[in-house]
């Protein structure tokens, strides 16, 4: 420990830093990191070579936050740790960064050999939505490693890469993991008009997939995507075994305005679940028509409040009276 961060500490501080008790170095790295000076990133950085892992994790992560270049090379660094709960924290104090220009330094780990080194380098570089990691984003959807799958698809969801959407589509369908395919199917709401049929293909699979997540998410993304040519699996979709499933294949029918959905729609009012009643009822007021509005009356008398309202902005909405 040397140079002017090291003349700037109290004397109490510094003897503790450079105490042969590991827990009092720890210590005294915690109060290190509340001062928050930039003077003292140095030291900070070379708790990192500690002897201690439990002081290396420490220093780890107190360097969250630091948008600095010497900080996150640093934290880039202990990815690489021999101690897990080392790698973690540096992990996590890497994935609290906001600066864009910061992420060309995780490039390099984003396609590393280690699983969780390229992970978390993926992970951090996920929400910086840096253009150059599109390359070892896309190269890591062919990965072993399921977590490591996951990371590139988020990566390519936020970047809205919509080059990836092939690749994407086929994760979605087929990849082994069931996280990795709710994961590639939701990042499937970035597809073009142009790449409608291809996302639709998908998803028809997503809304047939043996993990209900993975149909939920399907559910959800055909909505944002107003695919018409899944309207029937949507409405099949609304006597799915897990409400979550039918909550938000409700929302995409009523997204589309979807006259064969009504009968379902209007089962779905009947619902234990008072969310999944809401949601049918918002989107019987989207879909509209005689039935719809019969439908709506009857749920006036839903014993939640919230339903209640729902159904009265429904109604309103289709210009009738509650």
Known sequence: MTGIAADLLPPA????LHSPDAGVRRVALMDLADEEEEAF?????AGLGDGA???RAVAASALAGWELPDAVAALARALHDPDDAVRAAAAQSLGELKEPALGHALLPAAAHADAFVCAAALRALRELRLPEAAAP????LDHPDAVVRREAVGVLGWLKDAQALPRLARL???DADDEVRRSATGALGLATPAQADLAAHALLAGLKDTAWPVRQEAAATAGKLRLAALEPALVEALDDGYWQVRLRAARALGRLRSPRAVPALGRALAHEISN???EAAIALGEIGGPVAIALLRSALADPDPEVRKLTRLALSHLGESA
């Open 276 to 278: 999944l009643r809401k």
């Open 53 to 55: 892992p439990e002081v």
């Open 137 to 140: 984003a896309t190269a890591a």
């Open 41 to 45: 990133l140095p030291l900070l950085v």
């Open 13 to 16: 501080l510094h003897a503790r």
């Open 172 to 174: 979605a369908a087929e």
